[in-house]
């Protein structure tokens, strides 16, 4: 069944009504916020690119190739930042929600189908994912102990953030719908560790050609394409997976999630 203009746009305005609602519980905490978005970024950076040179340990032996590890790590702490709000801005609240505060009830009390519901709270971990990758990317340009080497190409900039940023949001819903209450802690365990170690955080994907299965088994990882994709954006001279190979990931994970996500959530409610 075709929906009318004014359907669409009054489920438009409804959405967006919950979204802001989002946004003005998140001004209230803002401190909360920022110290959730800059602690896991901020202290790989301290850690691996200002305390390790500065104790004669840094990574690569020499100061260019620290100052080239400095350089790719800003691309990646940035890509752990937009894919961690996912979880905690959209999954970490949906569990509660879904569980003892049931303030799940009152959200699909509004005059809007439950996709939009759902879609709501995906374009509120977006929102979040963006601000979170602002600040930490701000930050972390200052902290390595070594010069950041960074040449930004903005159309990809403008392209690959939002899309990894939407991408998060559907992560972070698909995630809320599958894991039980009672299960929160396999989230960080099972979910964000591997994602974090195994998603070219600190190495870029093409460097695993060594080890040709791992190289590829890796690619079942969303944060893959998008700190591939922030590398391509952010610098020159550090390889990286090539762009059709990024936006086709980026793009294809966000679908496969959006569905289940939205398929998720609606079982949830209606059970």
């Given at each position: 069944m075709s929906l009318t203009t004014a359907t669409r746009s009054h489920y438009a305005q409804t959405i967006w009504s919950l979204v802001v609602r989002d946004i003005r519980v998140l001004i209230s905490r803002w401190v909360m916020f920022l110290v959730r978005v800059i602690s896991q970024p901020i202290l790989i950076v301290f850690v691996l690119a200002y305390v390790f040179p500065k104790i004669g340990q840094g990574i690569g032996g020499n100061a260019a190739a620290e100052a080239k590890f400095s350089t790719l790590l800003v691309a990646g702490v940035v890509g752990i930042s937009i894919i961690t709000q996912g979880i905690q801005a959209v999954a970490l609240p949906l569990v509660q929600e879904f569980s003892f505060t049931r303030e799940i009830e009152d959200r699909v009390?509004?005059?809007?189908?439950?996709?939009?519901?759902?879609?709501?709270?995906?374009?509120?971990?977006?929102?979040?994912?963006?601000?979170?990758?602002?600040?930490?990317?701000?930050?972390?340009?200052?902290?390595?102990?070594?010069?950041?080497?960074?040449?930004?190409?903005?159309?990809?900039?403008?392209?690959?953030?939002?899309?990894a940023a939407v991408l998060s949001g559907a992560l972070g819903l698909a995630i809320g719908t599958i894991v039980p209450p009672t299960q929160v802690a396999f989230i960080f365990a099972i979910i964000l560790l591997p994602m974090?170690?195994?998603?070219?955080?600190?190495?870029?994907?093409?460097?695993?050609?060594?080890?040709?299965?791992?190289?590829?088994?890796?690619?079942?990882?969303?944060?893959?394409?998008?700190?591939?994709?922030?590398?391509?954006?952010?610098?020159?001279?550090?390889?990286?997976?090539?762009?059709?190979?990024?936006?086709?990931?980026?793009?294809?994970?966000?679908?496969?999630?959006?569905?289940?996500?939205?398929?998720g959530f609606k079982n949830r409610v209606i059970s």
């Open positions: 009390l509004a005059p809007v189908p439950i996709w939009g519901v759902a879609t709501a709270k995906i374009i509120s971990g977006a929102l979040q994912a963006l601000i979170a990758a602002l600040v930490v990317f701000i930050v972390s340009i200052f902290i390595p102990a070594t010069t950041v080497h960074l040449s930004v190409n903005w159309p990809l900039v403008l392209t690959i953030i939002p899309i974090t170690f195994l998603g070219a955080v600190y190495y870029p994907w093409t460097s695993l050609g060594t080890i040709p299965w791992l190289k590829w088994a890796v690619l079942i990882n969303p944060l893959i394409y998008i700190n591939e994709g922030l590398r391509a954006a952010l610098t020159t001279g550090i390889p990286h997976m090539n762009l059709y190979g990024v936006y086709a990931g980026l793009i294809g994970f966000f679908l496969l999630l959006l569905f289940i996500g939205i398929r």
